[in-house]
């Protein structure tokens, strides 16, 4: 299996667009997760996914981002507008059953908002 | 919710010495911790984990502990290599399948 893949890997983009990342996780994993790693905040869980269904998005940091995952094999973040405190590298995740079982991540986007 | 405490954040030690990362959960259902190794702009790779009906694990050069009653597990890694070198994140998990991380500790091997 190639992993958890994710695009873009990087992007620069200017405050006020919108941006969207996508996520293709690991065929048959039933879960799917995103992240935001910060040097100041760590690892954050934003929202998990499980059957393709949202099961819990308190870590949505605001209405700016939304997530969806229209089938088994694709996600999206999307951050609009965006604004420089986004700055981030996103990671999206999967695993087959939740908690108690490993995780696999992808490469990350790395995102700039100038 | 889940609250992940991790020490020390960075944590230098010579090569051939042993390293010791120590995490805190604080939910008593959290019953699996694994631990994840992140070098230098790669992702987050798991190296070992540990589930709560066993005390320790193994792994070659890599060992990891849980105490249930104290609500700490930790990761042991011997003879370490220059290799051994990057951000290791402790994580714990339960019944609402969701992983809680640790903040990383940066682990330098001084050759």
């Known amino acids: 299996d190639a992993g958890v893949i994710q695009s873009p890997r990087h992007e620069v983009t200017e405050m006020g667009q919108e941006v969207t990342l996508r996520c293709k996780p690991i065929s048959g994993h039933d879960y799917l997760f995103w992240y935001r790693q910060t040097m100041m905040r760590g690892l954050e869980l934003l929202i998990y996914f499980n059957n393709n269904v949202p099961i819990d998005d308190s870590g949505m940091p605001e209405d700016r981002f939304s997530a969806k995952m229209p089938n088994a094999s694709f996600s999206t973040l999307k951050i609009q507008p965006s604004e420089p405190r986004d700055s981030a590298v996103y990671f999206c995740?999967?695993?087959f059953g939740g908690g108690g079982r490993s995780i696999y991540f992808g490469e990350g986007s790395w995102l700039t908002v100038v | 919710g889940e609250n992940v405490e991790q020490h020390p954040s960075t944590l230098s030690v010579q090569e051939g010495d042993s390293a010791v990362i120590k995490c805190t959960y604080s939910d008593s259902a959290s019953n699996y911790f694994p631990w994840y190794k992140q070098e230098l702009g790669k992702r987050p790779q798991l190296i070992i984990d540990?589930?709560?009906?066993?005390g320790e694990k193994k792994d070659q050069r890599i060992a990891v502990t849980l105490n249930k009653t104290a609500k700490h597990f930790s990761l042991h890694i011997t003879e370490t290599q220059p290799e051994d070198s990057a951000v290791y994140f402790c994580?714990?998990?339960?019944?609402?399948?969701?992983?809680?991380f640790g903040t990383g500790t940066k682990l330098q091997v001084i050759p």
């Open positions: 995740a999967s695993s």
């Open positions: 994580a714990a998990s339960g019944g609402y399948q969701k992983v809680t």
């Open positions: 540990i589930r709560s009906n066993v």
